[in-house]
Each structure stands twice: as structure tokens, then as C-alpha cells.
């Protein structure tokens, strides 16, 4: 018998929520949820998780945030933010085939950005990162007096 060839998909879907909210009342103030772009460096990765391949990879424990520029668009080969602004360890949880990955990110007084753009990487510093995806969003103006919630979820099968 004559067997064909047939490739197994592998789906991955990622979600970014993005919330802009009040540090005095804690509502929410503006919310975007996007979906993103697994880029290259994020896809090899995958790769040698399942094949057990680099004993080194410590996952994408790191949510980082920046500015972009309007006009600016994810593509497959992005390996950084545009211009990152914070990077911190997120609170990571698992549910069936869901990882979650959730971050809080506070400013300063003299602090304002005009963030639209997150992914998750795999150290705490910008320089010899590995990004795993990137998402952008709709602006969220933030500073001393608000906070920016960023979720991230990844949904295999």
C-alpha cells in the first residue's frame, strides 16, 4: 500500500490585549487587542524546543514595549522593536494549549511614551536577544499617572 506524504500543521495563534488604565481609579482608559506576527527568530526556536535540539533556550520569559512609528508593519525577519522602551519578567500561566504571559508596566513623573508595539523575548536585555513575536497596536499614551497592561497569549492547535 501506497502511503502519501502529508505535512502535520502545527497552528499557532497569538494575541496581544493592550491596556491603558487610570493608576488612580485602575479603569481601564483605552483597550487594543491585536494580532501578531511569530517571527523568524521566534518559529526557529519552536523548532529546537521539540527537537530538544539547544539545551541553552530558556524560553520568552520577557514582555517588552516601545514606540514605532505609524506607518511601520511586522514582518516575518523583525528581530527587534522599533524603538523598545521597557522590558520586564512576566507572570506566565498555562491552561490546556494556552501559555499566557501578563506584565504591568508603571512610569515614572516625567515619563511619557507613546507606546504601540510589544513582543516577548528571551532575556532581560535588549543586546543579543532572541524576539520571539511582535505585535503593534493603537497608540496608548502613557506616563506617571497611568499603567499599561499588556497579555499575551499563545494558542497552539
Known sequence: MKRK???????????VIAELRSCISGKIIERSVAHNTVVSTGKYNVGDYLGNLETGIAGFP??????????????????????????ELA??????????????????IGES???EEAGLFDSATETGSVMFNRALFTT?????????YIKITISVG
Open 62 to 87: 520577557y514582555i517588552a514595549i516601545g514606540e514605532s512609528e505609524s506607518a511601520d508593519s511586522v514582518v516575518v525577519g523583525d528581530t527587534a522593536l522599533v524603538s523598545e522602551v521597557a522590558r
Open 91 to 108: 507572570t506566565i500561566a498555562r491552561s490546556g494549549n494556552e501559555v499566557t504571559f501578563e506584565k504591568t508596566f508603571s512610569f515614572g
Open 5 to 15: 506524504n502529508s505535512k502535520v500543521k502545527f497552528p499557532m495563534k497569538v494575541n
Open 140 to 148: 496608548k499614551n502613557v506616563g506617571a499617572d497611568t499603567e499599561l
Open 113 to 115: 511614551y507613546a507606546i
